[in-house]
């Protein structure tokens, strides 16, 4: 065979190769669907692990659906019509009391960071009493932080006030235009275009209650023991995506207005709040003491008697220390 010809076929079989290993690194690829409720700027952890590639680092395709409500959220998890679920746990809570495998795996927000927002003829919770509020959820974490900012003021849920579901803070919002519902709870993401609206701020979830667990991610127990490694990698792209957060403040606050259309005006000072404040995590860590706060919450209704579950029948956290340890990451977590 003639020299320049034997290089020619290994070059030729070197660029098969390689077109080779390509192909198999497409195929490589794990899909992972997303669940979520809306566009909101709690999703931001979310928003980096797509679009600054480190699902694509770890061999995932994340794809995110929008399902306007956290009840069926869970039910789509359930059936497996999605694979994570980042949404406040106490539907999940729920549902695990109901018999689903569900998990906890990791959270992205350990603080619940809630205003109640009203149309403006409404400025204080007592003022609330024989009307309708809108809620994203009847069993939200939301609408159970609502009913005990309310109690706190004598109000009582179908006795002097009662709760309609109308969707997404979007809807919600619309809704209290006209005062067709009184208030709602919003997200502080949401807070500043509330104000532009003219509604009312008529009380802060902080000053009752502090330091709830919020967003978390959820997972069928039994997907995530047969996708082990897989759901390593998926919360390492998380939590390289929560670091990259915590170290490009003016980048974050422009994926959050080019993923939810909030203006930029808006989402840098409410950026560098929520990451001042710690209400965007670092470590993918459960706040366990918010976590058993909303337990406590949750109880009176949910469970036959005391003492009410400890977070850990709805944690596990294994996967998330594989992760934190592969990538050298110390855990805050409380």
């Known amino acids: 065979m003639r020299p320049w010809l034997s290089l020619r076929i290994v070059g030729s079989l070197i660029a098969l190769g390689v077109e080779l290993l390509q192909a198999s690194d497409l195929m490589a690829v794990d899909r992972v669907i997303i669940g979520n409720v809306s566009r909101t700027m709690e999703q931001l952890p979310n928003y980096a692990a797509s679009d600054k590639g480190f699902f694509a680092q770890e061999g995932i395709q994340g794809d995110v659906v929008l399902i306007g409500s956290t009840d069926t959220l869970i039910q789509a998890l359930i059936a497996a019509q999605v694979n994570v679920a980042i949404v406040d746990p106490s539907a999940a809570i729920n549902a695990v009391e109901r018999g689903a495998s569900l998990k906890i795996i990791g959270g992205t927000v350990p603080i619940a960071a809630y205003t109640l927002v009203g149309c403006p003829k409404y400025k204080s919770i007592k003022e609330l009493k024989g009307t309708t509020i809108g809620v994203v959820s009847l069993v939200s974490g939301s609408t159970i932080f609502l009913r005990e900012m309310l ?76 996708n082990s490694a897989l759901t390593v990698r998926y919360l390492k792209a998380m939590l390289r995506a929560m670091q990259w957060v915590h170290s490009h403040k003016e980048e974050s606050a422009e994926l959050v207005t080019k993923r939810t259309g909030i203006p930029i005006k808006y989402t840098k000072p409410t950026v560098e709040e929520y990451l001042s404040q710690g209400i965007i995590s670092r470590d993918g860590a459960v706040n366990r003491e918010g976590f058993q706060r909303l337990i406590d919450l949750m109880g009176e209704r949910l469970f036959k008697q005391k003492p009410y579950p400890a977070p850990e029948k709805y944690l596990d956290l294994s996967y998330l220390r594989r992760a934190q340890q592969e990538l050298g990451i110390a855990s805050t977590g409380k």
């Open 151 to 226: 109690k706190a003021n004598g109000l009582e849920l179908n006795r002097d006030y009662t709760i309609i579901q109308n969707g997404p803070t979007g809807q919600r919002l619309a809704s209290l235009t006209g005062c067709n519902t009184s208030a709602t709870m919003i997200l502080g993401g949401d807070l500043p275009r509330a104000r532009e609206l003219g509604f009312t701020e008529i009380a802060r979830l902080q000053d009752y209650i502090a330091n709830l667990q919020f967003h978390s991610l959820i997972v069928d127990a039994k997907w995530a023991e047969a």
